[in-house]
Nanobody, 122 residues
Framework: QVQLQESGSGLVMPSQTLSLTCTVSGGSITTNDYAWSWMRQLPGKGLEWMGV???????YYTPSLKSRTSISRDTSKNQFSLQLSSVTPEDTAVYYC??????????????WGQGTQVTVSS
């Protein structure tokens, strides 16, 4: 059974970089054909797909956030991380990591992290 545990600060100052890490257990992030994604839910809004990283390190981001988004991985720790730069209060949201159904734009997910409330405020 795959489990995902998010960690990181719940408070980020404007203009700084939001950073969250997802630790995966019960499966390897390098397993062939596996992919891992980040999503967020803005207050009062639906879920927004942010990006995905494949088992081999390939990444893809939603165009609206691509310039500020970086998804990386640490295979030795079985972790993948999200960095969102130059944040503003409009980036305040609940952020989720997930196991993607496939390496594909806006793919769904079958396993989820617990969700992390991140507030951008000075």
């Amino acid at each position: 059974q795959v489990q995902l545990q998010e960690s990181g600060s719940g408070l980020v100052m404007p203009s700084q970089t939001l950073s969250l890490t997802c630790t995966v257990s019960g499966g390897s992030i390098t397993t062939n054909d596996y992919a891992w994604s980040w999503m967020r839910q803005l207050p009062g809004k639906g879920l927004e797909w942010m990006g995905v990283i494949a088992y081999d390190g390939r990444t893809y981001y939603t165009p609206s956030l691509k310039s500020r988004t970086s998804i990386s991985r640490d295979t030795s720790k079985n972790q993948f991380s999200l960095q969102l730069s130059s944040v503003t209060p409009e980036d305040t949201a609940v952020y989720y990591c997930a196991k993607a159904l496939e390496y594909y734009y806006c793919s769904g997910a079958d396993y989820w992290g617990q969700g992390t409330q991140v507030t951008v405020s000075s």
